[in-house]
Antibody, heavy 120, light 108 residues
Framework: QVQLVQSGAEVKKPGASVKVSCKAS????????IHWVRQAPGQGLEWMGM????????IYAQKFQGRVTMTRDTSASTVYMELTSLRSEDTAVYYC?????????????WGQGTLVTVSS | EVVLTQSPGALSLSPGESATLSCRAS???????LAWYQQKPGQAPRLLIY???SRATGIPDRFSGSGSGTDFTLTISRLEPEDFAVYYC?????????FGQGTKLEIK
């Protein structure tokens, strides 16, 4: 069965960086784009960007350009999201999600989420 | 960027009743690019509807989606206790994705 398993919770100081991993299984890793979505406490969902595991091309939301980097390791079926220059407003649960198809794009499988807390 | 506005912000209903949730876009959205999700506390979102009206795998037929252009609707008929959650619409356009702010469906 399709699974996306994310790395564990992180606590970081303002100005630091965080790197969250998302390991995929149960399907052909290079056939589906992986997206990152975050959710601040008590707030809604915010799209951050995506990576195509087949080739590694990326698209980032304008808000995060310059601070976010998404990479992948095809040998490990894992994608990574690194966010730099962290501030308190980056405290959130970060989800990876698989895009179903490009014809009817929707996020059909999600990771369990990784809580990133930014605090001095 | 396309802004999605969901209404109402919260909806209080009883089991057995029907719920109508609205999602309005700031500009026209291709129907095939509109999806709906359900999220329960402490859980990741779950895909309900894609392509505006197609149910995802395993989603009961009491969930239905409709709409086109800038106005989309999620209807939940015969509410079950497990349906009380937060619902989000989501769209894709111009290489960017966005979500509505959510509608909280509460038990009356």
């Amino acid at each position: 069965q399709v699974q996306l398993v994310q790395s564990g919770a992180e606590v970081k100081k303002p100005g630091a960086s965080v790197k969250v991993s998302c390991k995929a299984s149960g399907y052909m890793f290079t056939s589906y784009y992986i997206h990152w979505v975050r959710q601040a406490p008590g707030q809604g969902l915010e799209w951050m960007g995506m990576i195509n595991p087949n080739g590694g091309s990326t698209i980032y939301a304008q808000k995060f350009q310059g601070r976010v980097t998404m990479t992948r390791d095809t040998s490990a079926s894992t994608v990574y999201m690194e966010l730099t220059s962290l501030r308190s407003e980056d405290t959130a649960v970060y989800y990876c999600a698989r895009l179903s198809t490009v014809v009817t794009p929707a996020f059909d499988y999600w990771g369990q989420g990784t809580l990133v807390t930014v605090s001095s | 960027e396309v802004v999605l506005t969901q209404s109402p912000g919260a909806l209080s209903l009883s089991p057995g009743e029907s719920a109508t949730l609205s999602c309005r876009a700031s500009q026209s959205v291709r129907s095939s690019y509109l999806a709906w999700y359900q999220q329960k506390p402490g859980q990741a979102p779950r895909l309900l509807i894609y392509g505006a009206s197609s149910r995802a795998t395993g989603i009961p037929d009491r969930f239905s989606g409709s709409g086109s252009g800038t106005d989309f609707t999620l209807t939940i008929s015969r509410l079950e206790p497990e349906d009380f959650a937060v619902y989000y619409c989501q769209q894709y356009g111009s290489s960017s994705y966005s979500f509505g702010q959510g509608t909280k469906l509460e038990i009356k």
